[in-house]
């Protein structure tokens, strides 16, 4: 069984986090999208929050499971049996940080691969930060999140704004 890892932060999970998600999982028999912790972030909904909203917007996809981890990442894959991980790539710039983050995996699992996946052109603008200044300033996030969760995102933005 070839399985795959998608780790982020999906603070929150937008539409071209599920975009890569549906194709990834077209190509792998298992794919773990992985809530990872980030110390750098101060995330908008909690660890357990991402995941329940990752798990809302997967129920239709079999071959997708979430998860969440503090580990570090080619750690975490070596433990789940995942010789892949999945990145979307928006713009050049997201190259040049995620293949230094490939080289630094692949050097501490050297059974890790890293596939690149580019994000489809209606997304390549698109980020969780975006989707949050968005969101602060009450803008229709329809074309920016999964509708099934539009309403937690408003509901907690407006918590914090």
Request: aromatic share 8%; with cysteine; glycine share 4%.
């Amino acid at each position: 069984m070839k399985i795959a890892v998608y780790p982020g932060s999906f603070d929150p999970v937008t539409s071209g986090h599920l975009n890569i998600i549906r194709r990834a999982a077209n190509i792998f028999d298992k794919l773990i999208v992985c809530v990872m912790v980030n110390a750098g972030k101060n995330p908008m909904f909690s660890l357990d929050e991402r995941v329940s909203l990752i798990k809302r917007v997967t129920a239709d996809i079999p071959n997708v499971e979430v998860d969440s981890s503090g580990d570090l990442l080619a750690e975490y894959a070596k433990e789940k049996g995942s010789c892949v991980i999945i990145k979307g790539l928006r713009a050049g710039s997201d190259f040049e940080n995620e293949f230094q983050m490939a080289m630094i995996n692949r050097k501490i699992n050297p059974n890790l691969d890293t596939m690149f996946l580019t994000a489809e052109h209606q997304y390549m603008y698109m980020s969780s930060s975006v989707v949050k200044e968005l969101g602060k300033y009450q803008a229709d996030l329809s074309d920016f999140l999964p509708e099934e969760i539009i309403e937690d995102v408003k509901k907690r933005v407006s918590t914090i704004y």
